[in-house]
Every structure is written in structure tokens, then in C-alpha cells.
């Protein structure tokens, strides 16, 4: 079985190709990005669209296949203007390559394809990206979220603080170089039970900012805060879920501080650290293809006339069937 991955969500316009073992035949991506400002919508849709049909078709071709089986796209969550436009891609291309169909959830894609890359088998996941941030396990059928983000995810948090001093999107990987040279300045720490509050300490580093406090400082601090934050919490889930794997995905999993400090803690408790390689850490169509072909493979159809998108659908809502 063959099958084309879209993902649409937000910045990434991707589209790739792989077989049913997870083998990765092409990987074609268009990332959105911007020297000032960050993530409009329908500016990063006007993206997709105007790239949409060339990463696909490069996708195809460079996969070397005549036969696709599935199509499998991003339905949800994401900005709904991005959605969109990998939608109406995914049902063009469906028929053009007389495919099957099947939308699936962008979050839950991060999850199971950390399992792809990594040897973990039943890891408290720390999904944190652009837009989320939660201390996730699976229990039953259903990903159960045991901490979250109660205001942004603190991929957007870094890229807020990041466009208030200058660095464009987006801004997680040029933190992490300006903290190389900071040293700490206080900041606020918000930990709510297994809840995180990110935006507090984004205007309370903005103020500093703006009172003449150096920037490289600023970034060390919120980085030493934030995940400190997310070291606390996931070390309570993997206490209270007598777990012993931790498994890190999303976007500012590629941060190198973030993995230090969740893998000293996970040392300390004699429990395994893994983390998905950098490639595959923010949004990428392998994910979405490798979740296609489980869903797929448990049986999930969908007919093609009634596909559509859901940008607000949560992890904890997907019945794990696979
Ligand atoms: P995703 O939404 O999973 O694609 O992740 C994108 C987010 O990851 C953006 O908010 C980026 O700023 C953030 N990010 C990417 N690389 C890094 C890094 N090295 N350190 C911190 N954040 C990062
Ligand atoms: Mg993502």
C-alpha cells in the first residue's frame, strides 16, 4: 500500500510519500515565513495555494510510484483557511489518482509518528509546537491530555516574544542561539497544578525588554522558565502513571536546552528520554501519511463527497482504533 500525505495546518505546505512499512520515499515541504510579523492566515493560505500543486506533484514524482492508494490529509485542528486549501488539494488529487480518502487529526499525527522514529512503546508524550503544549497518555482508547497550555502553546509564546523584539518567524530557533549568550533575569514561573501559563511571562519579558534589559538575557530566562515549567509537570505525570518513557514531539522539540533538562530529569528517575529526530519535529506530511495508513489499516473509510475539515478538534476526542 502506497499512500500521499497533505499537511496544511499552518506554516508547512507539505506533501510526501510512503509505503505501508513507514518507508519514506519523498518528503517534499514549502514553509511559510516572514522577516517582520508573524502568521497571518489567509497569508500563509495564499502560500499553500500558490505551492500546493508543485510540492505535490514533486511528492509523486520523486516517490517513483504509478499506483497511489491513499490520500490522506490534515483535516484537523489548524487555521481554517489552511485547512481548506489541503482539503480541496487532497480531494483533486484523490481523484486524479482514483485514491481513497482519509482526513486525519494534525496532533494525533505528531504522536504516533514519534513511534515511527523513536523506540518508545508507551511514553508520556510532551507534545509541544506552535500552537500546543500538553502533557499527554494513552489510556484505553483515548490520548488523555493530563496537562496543557491554559492561554498559548509555547512555540506561539517564543514567537510572540520573538516578533516584539524583531526576529520575524519563526523566532523558537533564534531564541535558542541569543540564550546561548544570557544569563538569568527573573521572570514569572506558572505552574497550576498540571497546567502551564505561558503569555504572563512573554509581558513580563517584553516589559524588561522595552526597560533596556538585553535581549539575550530575556531569552535565556524565558527558556530556563518555560521548560523548567515542562520538566516539572511531565516528571508528575511519569510519577502518577508509574510510566518510564518520556517521548518529546512538536516543533520546539528541536530546542537542544528543552532536551537537556527533560533528559537529566528522566535520568534521575531511571526513565527513558526520547525524542523525535529534528526533521520530523515540527509539521511535516510524513506524519499525516503514516496516520492515514493506521487508520486505514483499522478500517476507518471516508467517503469523499462528505470530507471536510474541523479546525477545533482536540487530541482527546480521537477513539485510538489502530
Ligand atoms: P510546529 O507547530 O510543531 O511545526 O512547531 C513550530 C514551532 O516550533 C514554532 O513556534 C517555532 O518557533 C518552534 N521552534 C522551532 N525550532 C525551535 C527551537 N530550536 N527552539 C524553540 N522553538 C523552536
Ligand atoms: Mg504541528
Known sequence: MIILGIESTAHTFAASVITRK??????????????????????????????????????????????????????????????????????????????????????????????????AKNPIYIYTSGANTQIISLEGNKFRIFGECLDIGMG???????????????????????AKKGKYVKLPYVVKGMDLSFSGIITSAINKFSKGVKKEDLCYSIQENFFSMLTEVSER?????????????GGVAANKRLCEMLEKMCKDRNAKFYAIPLKYAADNSVMIAYQGFLEYSAGKRENIEESDINPNERTDQINVIW
Open 237 to 249: 505525570a511519569l510519577a502518577h502513571t508509574n510510566k518510564n518513557e518520556i517521548l518529546l514531539i
Open 22 to 119: 513507514g518507508e519514506i520515499l519523498s518528503d517534499v515541504r514549502s514553509v511559510f515565513r516572514t522577516e517582520k510579523g508573524g502568521m497571518i492566515p489567509n497569508e500563509v493560505a495564499r502560500h499553500h495555494s500558490n505551492v500546493a500543486d508543485e510540492v505535490i506533484r514533486e511528492a509523486i514524482s520523486k516517490s517513483r510510484q504509478r499506483k497511489l492508494d491513499l490520500v490522506a490529509y490534515s483535516s484537523s485542528p489548524g487555521l481554517s483557511p489552511c485547512l481548506r486549501v489541503g482539503l480541496e488539494k487532497a480531494k483533486e488529487f484523490a481523484k486524479e489518482l482514483n485514491a481513497e480518502i482519509l482526513g486525519v487529526n494534525h496532533c494525533v499525527s505528531h504522536l504516533t509518528s514519534g513511534h515511527l522514529f523513536t523506540k
Open 156 to 178: 506561539n509564546a517564543l514567537d510572540k516574544f520573538g516578533r516584539e523584539i524583531g526576529l520575524g518567524f519563526p523566532a523558537g530557533p533564534l531564541i535558542e542561539k541569543l
